[in-house]
């Protein structure tokens, strides 16, 4: 099994429960490099009070507290109980909450390895590394491309551990626009003020630091600071007299509270025409009388810089070219640690604990105000050691006690990945059904693989899912990655000797189709494989067909799905689009209902636009084997709250109706017969236990043929959107055996 040895162990990181708002350090196994990322053994992370402390307030609030913190996630779940029910909606938002979150994002250490497409970084280099989730607090962290800089050599460990507040603060002080001899108000003297402080100095400005505590303007005052004032009510006066009368040129606010006070205050002290800026966690409810009469000008700094919080950017290290935009969040985190090194910006007045990583619960009693110390805390660091002399943890792989073993003939399954979807729907379904032993659950970044194993009581976590293909004991392996992983990680399986179930699509190309027909064919023992089309196994659906026979018929297919971003990975390399990554969904679908395979498809979509992709909004056509005809409408440019899907079937002078999944209807001799279920069933606990019948019996539910029909079907949907032609497709009996 390559379990861990003596001379292996898992690291130690901190986690956080969003239910209840408790923390822990935990074991988990160590991550291994990904692509456009870098392996890195931490030496200190920082303890980012502000932020670590409101994400742990939040947390403990009441599932009501959670609601009125978060309006936004509100109005998400209204819109999704409106179309999916209130039983599914409920078993997503058990799920995400569920989910451990990994706290810290602004880390330094040494780098242990490359991963393919990075540059500029090597194996030994010391670096700093940024953002939320990848910087966390943990021994060993994956970090992407664009969040890892060096650091300079006269900087140490600690102080590279605040890059990620670095970058935040002059974000801010970036857009801040400072001039030579500008006059310019910091409001809130934690980290981010007393960093924003010494970068205005070093800019060339007179800096007035506003706080309610006076031992922090004391070390304002410390750090340069030309003038302080505690925040009350003769702050304006003090700026009036800093300013010369006429009002300081730019106001930053800092402060974290839930009021709007400090941005009025900021009005209040702001000159004519000048500029409020407001990166901290306050109220925006902004004195437009102020901000009319001194036409304001107020800007909402987005964290670290361009770059932050952009998907294409963070996670898939695309850098955004410097003649555009001149100080992205990388350039920012660098230019931060050469102010260190230049020693026009010092941060050691600013750390006020230290804790090895294993007391880290220690400072988090601080943080919670559960404990006390002399000194009130400003910068927390996490010491993890020196990296030339402590070994790296190395374990990939976590076992724990089970609650209860498995009886004898139980059919031991591997999970690899447990994204959001798979920890609603997948990994209840897997606890509740009998006769299996779920032996491994492997994940990339090992915390979902440990929240996986301890729900659903697997036997281990591994961030290495050949861990699970190794394991004799493993009979049947559930694939539920993103999108762009399936094909590699399906031949893999089936070379192991291991029933794959796969969730879809099965490949995005048809290269990748060609490699895992190949891995079929040559598989020891013929495993049997199955992909993720549970609609087919919808209670809807096999009332439809249990009452309505065989034969050709007419089958048409709404689907009001939604608009994702654009910069989603659906739309990606990883996710394959939308027609492969969904649409495939209910090809299948109408295969199953049909009788028949596609051997024709023709496809016309709407014109892209800004907001979506070519096959966003599409209407296609397929003609099937048996004569039937299948007609699908996928469309994003709706209403989220509208039903997500509508099926309609047309049959020997019958028509059949599948609304949502949550009803169906079968219309006959002018009578209909309608069916309305409890809650919306797409069929994904009916699809896995026909898998494990499949096992059981030797018999699989769809024959593998089908879903090589259906992929290529998929194939065959780009190909005539691209020339706008009807595409012919191979005889079903072809699909199967082609090499």
Not at 380 to 395: C, E
């Amino acid at each position: 099994m390559g379990y861990p040895d003596g001379n292996e162990r898992s690291m130690k990181q901190v986690l956080e429960d969003y239910n209840t708002g408790t923390v822990r350090l935990a074991d988990v196994p160590a991550p291994q490099v990904r692509p456009k990322s870098i392996l890195v053994r931490t030496a200190a992370s920082l303890v980012s009070i502000g932020t670590e402390k409101a994400m742990i307030e939040v947390a403990s609030k009441s599932l009501i507290g959670k609601a009125l913190a978060r309006p936004d996630w509100v109005r998400q779940v209204i819109d999704k109980v409106q179309s999916d029910g209130v039983l599914e909606t409920y078993r997503q938002a058990r799920a995400r909450l569920d989910m451990p979150v990994p706290l810290g994002y602004s880390t330094a250490g040494v780098v242990l390895e490359t991963g393919p497409g990075v540059t500029g970084i090597k194996a030994g280099d010391r670096v700093a590394c940024a953002g939320h989730p990848y910087a966390g607090h943990a021994e060993i962290l994956c970090i992407p491309r664009n969040l890892v800089v060096p650091i300079p050599e006269n900087v140490r460990f600690e102080d590279a551990s605040f890059c990620m507040l670095g970058a935040i603060a002059m974000n801010a002080v970036r857009l801040a626009e400072p001039a030579l001899g500008e006059r310019v108000a910091v409001i809130g003297m934690g980290l981010l003020g007393l960093l924003s402080l010494q970068m205005l100095r070093a800019a060339g400005c007179r800096v007035l630091a506003i706080d309610i505590s006076p031992s922090k303007l004391e070390l304002a005052h410390k750090l340069g600071a030309h003038r302080t004032a505690l925040a009350n009510a003769n702050t304006t006066a003090i700026a009036l007299e800093f300013s010369g009368g006429i009002g300081v040129d730019a106001s930053i606010v800092f402060a974290s509270v839930d009021s709007a006070e400090p941005v009025e205050q900021a009005a209040a002290i702001t000159r004519e025409q000048g500029r409020v800026l407001v990166p901290g966690l306050v109220k925006l409810d902004l004195p437009r009388k102020v901000f009319f009469e001194k036409e304001l000008r107020l800007i909402v700094p987005k964290a670290g810089g361009p770059g932050g919080a952009d998907p294409d950017y963070e996670a898939r290290g695309r850098d955004l070219p410097i003649q555009h935009v001149r100080w992205t969040e990388g350039r920012n985190l660098s230019s931060f640690l050469e102010l260190i090194a230049d020693g026009r910006l010092t941060v050691e007045p600013l750390i006020t604990h230290r804790y090895p990583i294993d007391r880290a619960m220690d400072a988090y009693s601080i943080l919670k105000g559960e404990a006390t110390t002399e000194t009130a805390p400003i910068g927390i660091i996490l010491d993890y050691g020196d990296p030339a002399a402590t070994p790296a943890p190395t374990a990939t792989i976590i076992e724990r006690k089970r609650k209860n073993e498995p009886k004898t003939g139980a059919i031991g399954v591997g999970l690899i990945g447990a994204g959001l979807f798979t920890r609603g729907v997948f990994l209840p379904a897997l606890k509740s059904t009998p006769g299996l032993d779920l032996r491994g659950a492997a994940t990339a970044s090992g915390v979902s693989a440990l929240h996986a194993a301890e729900s659903a009581d697997f036997a281990y976590s591994t961030t290495d899912y050949h861990q699970i293909l190794a394991d004799p004991k493993v009979h049947a392996v559930i694939i539920t990655t993103r999108h762009d992983l399936h094909a590699r990680m399906v031949a893999d399986s089936l070379r192991a000797g291991k029933h794959v179930f796969v969730e879809k699509p099965l490949t995005l190309t048809e290269e990748e189709l060609r490699e895992v027909i190949a891995a079929y064919r040559d598989a020891p023992g013929s495993p049997m494989v199955m992909v993720g089309f549970n609609r087919r196994f919808a209670p809807s659906t096999t009332a439809l067909l249990r009452e309505m026979g065989e034969g050709p018929c007419s089958v048409h297919v709404r689907v009001n799905a939604g608009a994702i971003p654009a910069n989603s990975w659906v739309q990606d390399d990883e996710g394959g689009g939308r027609v492969i990554g969904e649409v495939c969904h209910f090809i299948d679908l109408i295969h199953g209902l049909a009788g028949g395979l596609t051997r024709s498809v023709a496809a016309m979509a709407m014109a892209e636009t800004s907001e979506t992709a070519l096959d966003d909004n599409v209407a296609i056509t397929l003609g099937l084997d048996n004569g039937s005809v299948g007609q699908i409408l996928y469309v994003s440019n709706g209403d989220k709250s509208f039903p997500r899907e509508r099926v309609e079937l047309y049959r020997a002078g019958s028509v059949g109706v599948i609304d949502n999944f949550r009803s169906h209807s079968i219309t006959r001799g002018g009578r209909t017969k309608s069916h309305k279920a409890m809650s919306l069933d797409r069929g994904h606990r009916a699809e896995l236990a026909a898998f494990f019948d499949g096992i059981r019996t030797g018999r699989a539910p769809v024959d593998f043929a089908d879903y090589v029909a259906t992929t290529r079907a998929t194939f065959a949907v780009h190909e005539s959107l691209s020339s706008r032609s009807t595409v012919e497709l191979k005889a079903s009996g072809e699909s199967a055996c082609m090499s």
